[in-house]
């Protein structure tokens, strides 16, 4: 019997992990739209972008009652070119995803499932877009603060916060109400 031919684009998930499916791939960042807005405005030259490299698996888990269930173990690896946060420039920052997913039949399902699940719970279809999903990850595993492993940009002058010399400033500086204290104090003798 001859496999079924799946595609990442429109991919029927109950038939791919019927078959114990297995799909792999390179995808081209720029088609990722997203994932390409919160690049940093001085990438603007596709051929330095790295190419994303993913696989998906997918099987059904059997289950004490009921049908089994649909589970995909995703792989993603890609690096983007963000802004560093301490010296503004490019940073490629890799990003990894290795997951698992449970489908189910409904979307009040999931919805009710996902709160108490560890595994991300999704919705099956028969016209899954995988490389959706892959940009979906890639965005969760983007580091809220992006900066250079080594950056050497040093914090100057105004810019450093330093709690002792604060401190200090703050005790020269008289208290507003210090004058009325020394009036009612010269008053009560």
Same mark, same amino acid.
């Given at each position: 019997?001859? @496999?079924?031919?799946?595609?990442? &684009?429109?991919?029927?998930?109950?038939?791919? %992990?019927?078959?114990?499916?297995?799909?792999?791939?390179? *995808?081209?960042?720029?088609? /990722?739209? #997203?994932? =390409?807005?919160?690049?940093?405005? %001085?990438?603007?030259?596709?051929?330095?972008?790295?190419?994303?490299?993913?696989?998906? +698996?997918?099987?059904?888990?059997?289950?004490?009652?009921?049908?089994?269930? *649909?589970?995909?173990? $995703?792989? %993603?690896?890609?690096?983007?070119?963000? !802004?560093?946060?301490?010296?503004?420039?490019?940073?490629? &920052?890799?990003?990894?995803?290795?997951?698992?997913?449970?489908? *189910?039949?409904?979307?009040? !399902?999931?919805?009710?499932?996902?709160?108490?699940?560890?595994?991300?719970?999704?919705?099956?279809? #028969?016209?899954?877009?995988?490389?959706?999903?892959?940009?979906? &990850?890639?965005? $969760?595993?983007?580091? $809220? *603060?992006?900066?250079?492993?080594?950056?050497?940009?040093?914090?100057?002058? @105004?810019?450093?916060?330093?709690?002792?010399?604060? &401190? @200090?400033?703050?005790?020269?500086?008289?208290?507003?109400?210090?004058?009325?204290?020394? /009036?009612?104090?010269? +008053? @009560? =003798?």
């Amino acid at each position: 019997m001859k @496999s079924r031919e799946f595609t990442p &684009e429109r991919l029927d998930i109950l038939a791919f %992990a019927t078959d114990h499916g297995t799909l792999e791939g390179n *995808v081209d960042l720029q088609t /990722m739209l #997203r994932l =390409r807005a919160g690049f940093h405005a %001085a990438a603007t030259d596709p051929s330095t972008w790295p190419q994303g490299h993913w696989q998906a +698996t997918a099987e059904l888990r059997p289950q004490t009652k009921g049908a089994p269930q *649909v589970w995909l173990h $995703l792989q %993603a690896q890609t690096a983007v070119p963000l !802004e560093c946060q301490r010296c503004l420039q490019t940073v490629q &920052e890799p990003l990894s995803v290795d997951r698992w997913f449970r489908f *189910v039949a409904t979307e009040a !399902e999931a919805e009710q499932l996902d709160t108490d699940a560890d595994e991300d719970i999704l919705v099956i279809s #028969r016209t899954f877009d995988l490389l959706a999903l892959i940009e979906d &990850e890639w965005l $969760l595993a983007q580091p $809220l *603060v992006p900066v250079h492993p080594d950056c050497e940009l040093a914090f100057t002058g @105004s810019d450093t916060f330093d709690d002792a010399a604060n &401190e @200090s400033e703050a005790s020269q500086t008289p208290h507003p109400f210090a004058a009325l204290a020394k /009036m009612k104090l010269d +008053t @009560s =003798r």
